[in-house]
């Protein structure tokens, strides 16, 4: 079965400092993968989203990058974090061949300080 | 995508049914309508997505009209574990098409 890894769960960094975090889909193969984020008391806001490796499209301009170096990986980075980067962010990947349901990861909680 | 609308807030009693309406009346013919839901602190759940008939799994009853241009969610026997925001989003399932979020309808669930 295929499953989603997202970690860490919480994380606090201070403004000004990197960021990775890091996810990964078993069990299946060419997925889509997606980022999105819910600021607190928001909704969700799709991020990135990538079809393939080294293929990324973002949604909105921001302080955040993606990458996809491997076929089941996906990376959201920030050289220079904000206070607003704050929030809870989930990576998803969907089937590219029916791309019917998205299967969500457990999201990471950034607090930003 | 097409844009929905859903209430923003329902409460419903333990063991009754739940039904959760959406409009989505500039609908495409190609475009399918899901449903997830998100508990709090948690990523969002699949429910369950239709095009034109009416389905049902082990979650949920997804009735559409005839038009297409509303939809409900039907939860038979809601729990207190059902308390959540639930959203109704319409999409084509076309390759590099993402799934976009609206507000949703929370839904509260009390004994």
């Known amino acids: 079965s295929q499953t989603i890894h997202q970690w860490p769960a919480t994380l606090v960094q201070p403004v000004g400092s990197p960021l990775s975090l890091e996810c990964t889909v078993e069990g299946t193969s060419n997925p889509n993968l997606y980022w999105y984020r819910q600021a607190a008391g928001r909704g969700l806001q799709l991020l990135f989203y990538?079809?393939?490796?080294?293929?990324i499209s973002s949604e909105v301009p921001q302080n955040l990058s993606a990458s996809r170096p491997q076929d089941r990986q996906f990376i959201l980075s920030s050289k220079k974090l904000l206070l607003s980067d704050s929030g809870f962010y989930l990576c998803a990947w969907s089937s590219r061949r029916s791309n019917y349901g998205y299967t969500f990861g457990s999201g990471t909680r950034l607090t930003v300080v | 995508d097409a844009k929905t609308t859903q209430p923003t807030s329902m409460d419903c009693a333990e063991g009754r049914a739940a039904n959760l309406p959406c409009n989505h009346s500039?609908?495409?013919?190609?475009?399918?309508v899901y449903w997830y839901r998100q508990i709090h602190s948690q990523g969002p759940q699949y429910i369950i997505h239709?095009?034109?008939n009416n389905e049902t799994n082990e979650m949920a009853s997804l009735i559409i009209t005839e038009d297409r241009k509303s939809s409900t969610l039907i939860l038979p026997h809601a729990t207190l574990r059902d308390t959540a925001v639930y959203y109704c989003i319409v999409r084509t399932n076309q390759a590099g098409t993402a799934l976009i979020f609206g507000k949703g309808t929370t839904l509260s669930v009390s004994s």
């Open positions: 239709g095009l034109k």
């Open positions: 500039t609908i495409s013919g190609n475009e399918y």
């Open positions: 990538s079809v393939g490796i080294g293929q």
